[in-house]
Nanobody, 120 residues
Framework: QVQLVESGGGLVQPGGSLRLSCAVSGSIFSINVMGWYRQAPGKQRELVASITGGRTNYADSVKGRFTISRDNAQNTVYLQMNSLKPEDTAVYYC???????????????WGQGTQVTVSS
């Protein structure tokens, strides 16, 4: 059983900051990819940031404001969000692609989502 637990969402004013975390547990041999997605009301889910090995990538809308990082020892991925805008309001989801220990199979897993609201 692989579980992803997200935390760190909340209400923040424009220009403020939040830090999201996603803790992964389970019988995992390795985590190949970690990423953050978001989904606003009436919109499709979109990729915000991802990290694969030492390489990171970001959506154009968040470049220079968001930073994704990974703590390998604790199997945790973070999303530091600075200079937040109302357009960043969405439910944010953590996603990983992991190789399981018992089977060696690769699967993707989603966190439960955490609400981020940017408003005055």
């Amino acid at each position: 059983q692989v579980q992803l637990v997200e935390s760190g969402g909340g209400l923040v004013q424009p220009g403020g900051s939040l830090r999201l975390s996603c803790a992964v547990s389970g019988s995992i041999f390795s985590i190949n990819v970690m990423g953050w997605y978001r989904q606003a009301p009436g919109k499709q889910r979109e990729l915000v940031a991802s990290i694969t090995g030492g390489r990171t990538n970001y959506a154009d809308s968040v470049k220079g404001r968001f930073t994704i990082s990974r703590d390998n020892a604790q199997n945790t991925v973070y999303l530091q969000m600075n200079s937040l805008k109302p357009e960043d309001t969405a439910v944010y989801y953590c996603k990983i692609i992991a190789t399981l220990r018992m089977s060696g199979a690769r699967y993707f897993y989603w966190g439960q989502g955490t609400q981020v609201t940017v408003s005055s």
